[in-house]
């Protein structure tokens, strides 16, 4: 076998056990769920709600609305603004809402997030985007699972907003994907592999303990659930906390969003490598996301080569387009199953169908599950995900790239 079809069946093979093993964490999960898993505590506690701020006056207003018009009572949530030094009308905004102000000089989302958390008379405290908005009920959903001991955040479900756009069809699938997998990790593993960084509870001392919000780092709220969990906590998702956030409608923003979420996720993992091991949820988490990196390395000039490779030179334009079209869509997949009776059972075919299989089943799964409607464009981010997937790893590569060459240092600005 030459060595090119030896890493695409190592790779195809790697791809699938991982998915095999999630989709049997889902399946427990389903097994395991039950409707009203968190039980609402005879007690409300109150609650402070950190809203970071940096040059927010398009979503300020309606994030605070949100947060105001919650189904929780007013008396027990304390609203923080904490201003990073926004040059815009930002503060005369929050002013006019009449929430509490803490001004800084722009030093970033973590000094905000940690002086809000200082100046708050809660032991909840909320941490909510400035570009996001709670459903009226998702404040009392968040705060329910926190009556057990043992819970030291909760993160929420965030929702894509402006999901009309190209890629804001193929982020409102990802993002359901992604809830969907730390959801049934947090149910089974006690761990969930980060947090929505838009949208989520913490109890302060599991903060207190955790040392805070770390700068270390460019993905704070991946390392904050890594250092929660080391605190001995858990980390657990609420599917009824629901939160709609913005998302990059560019591909220059895009790669710049998930290079420096690449960047932030291998500095925690380089940072907690000492905590593999020890912990058998928080290792799998880690190990499963270097595998993904190490994964996204190799994909893009494997399928590259793959896809050329079976390119017939006198195929006309038509069938190009056919041969294209099979390789990035759903189709695909498709193709090759009514395809086994020519082709026969070919080790890579088998590997490649179960896994294009379990992927779209799961997204399925995930969209639902979020109370997504199965219309013609989540259709379509489905059908047609795999170029995505490849977009996505080309952002990985890249991340990984200017991690190795900066020494993990370095911004994405």
């Known amino acids: 076998m030459e060595p090119i079809f030896l890493l695409t069946t190592v790779m195809f093979f790697s791809t699938m056990v991982v998915l095999v093993a999630w989709f049997s964490i889902a399946v427990a999960f389903f097994i395991k769920s039950k409707k009203n898993q968190y039980e609402s505590s005879p007690k409300t506690p109150g609650i402070s709600v950190i809203v970071p701020a940096y040059n927010e006056e398009k979503n300020i207003a309606r994030c605070i609305k949100s947060i105001k018009n919650s189904k929780y009572p007013k008396s027990k949530i304390e609203i923080i603004v ?10 005369k905004i929050c002013r006019q809402l009449g929430v509490k102000i803490l001004r800084q000089n722009h030093k970033g989302k973590v000094e905000a997030l940690n002086r809000g958390i200082k100046n708050s008379i809660h032991d909840l405290i909320i941490t909510i985007d400035a570009d996001t908005v709670v459903d009226r009920y998702s404040i009392k959903e968040i705060v329910k699972p926190m009556g057990k001991r043992n819970i030291g955040a909760v993160s929420g479900v965030a929702k894509v907003t402006n999901k009309k756009s190209v890629l804001g069809i193929f982020q409102n ?3 359901a994907y992604l809830q969907f997998v730390r959801e049934t990790f947090s149910s089974i593993i006690k761990t969930s592999p980060g947090i929505c960084g838009a949208f989520t509870c913490f109890k302060k001392e599991s903060l207190k303990k955790a040392g805070g919000f770390s700068k270390k780092t460019s993905s704070e709220d991946f390392d904050i659930a890594l250092q929660i969990k080391k605190a001995g906590y858990d980390v657990v998702l609420e599917p009824k906390a629901i ?21 932030g996720i291998l500095q925690s993992i380089f940072l907690h490598k000492n905590f593999i091991g020890k912990s058998p949820s928080a290792s799998y988490v880690l190990l499963v996301h270097m595998f993904w990196f190490i994964i996204a390395m190799f994909s893009i000039p494997i399928i590259a080569y793959n896809v050329l490779y079976w390119i017939s030179p006198n195929s006309s334009l038509l069938n190009l387009l056919y041969y294209l079209f099979n390789w990035f869509s759903f189709a695909g997949i498709i193709n090759m199953i009514y395809m086994i009776p020519v082709w026969g059972i070919n080790i ?10 379990l992927t779209f089943l799961l997204m399925l799964i995930a969209l639902r599950r979020y109370g997504e409607k199965i219309d013609a464009r989540n259709f379509i981010g489905m059908f047609f995900y795999f170029p995505y997937t490849l977009l996505l790893n080309i952002t990985l590569m890249g991340g990984v790239i200017y991690f190795i060459v900066k020494r993990g240092k370095g911004n994405f600005s």
């Open 82 to 91: 904490v201003d990073d030094g926004s040059t815009d009308n930002t503060i």
């Open 173 to 175: 699938v990802e993002y």
């Open 243 to 263: 939160a709609y956030t913005v998302v990059p409608q560019t591909i220059h923003s895009l790669f710049k969003q998930r290079f420096r979420w690449t960047k």
């Open 348 to 357: 890579v075919y088998i590997f490649g169908i179960v896994s294009g299989i």
